[in-house]
């Protein structure tokens, strides 16, 4: 599984970005997929995640503010982002996972993209 994630830059607080992860090795439509971050000196953290039916889920710190969906047709999953923070400054990251209950985990990584939101 091969995992393509581009769209990250540097945006002024208040701002908006759009990432796409383009995946390719795998039957993306059977795939749960997800997006993490991680901020210099922080874990990586789960931001979004979306079922291979199309059922999103996010994390209270971005609700409201980005969107996760996907083109199956495409093998293509986005994060819409509005409203950047400073604090949303960090390496995005795509994967493709698995729901077990309600929980996501990751099971491939793609590179990250980085996104600075200045203040």
């Known amino acids: 599984v091969q995992l393509q994630a581009s769209g990250g830059g540097l945006v002024q607080a208040g701002g908006s970005l759009k990432l796409a992860c383009a995946a390719s090795?795998?039957?993306?439509?059977?795939?749960?997929m997800g997006w993490y971050r991680q901020a210099p000196g922080n874990k990586r953290e789960l931001v979004a995640s979306i079922t291979s039916g199309g059922i999103s889920d996010y994390k209270d710190f971005v609700k409201g503010r980005f969107t996760i969906s996907r083109d199956n047709a495409k093998n293509m999953v986005y994060l819409q982002m509005i409203s950047l923070r400073p604090e949303d400054t960090a390496v995005y990251y795509c994967?493709?996972?698995?729901?077990?209950?309600?929980?996501?985990?990751?099971?491939?990584w793609g590179q990250g993209t980085q996104v600075t939101v200045s203040s």
């Open positions: 090795g795998t039957i993306f439509s059977r795939n749960a």
């Open positions: 994967n493709q996972g698995h729901f077990r209950g309600v929980y996501y985990y990751p099971d491939y």
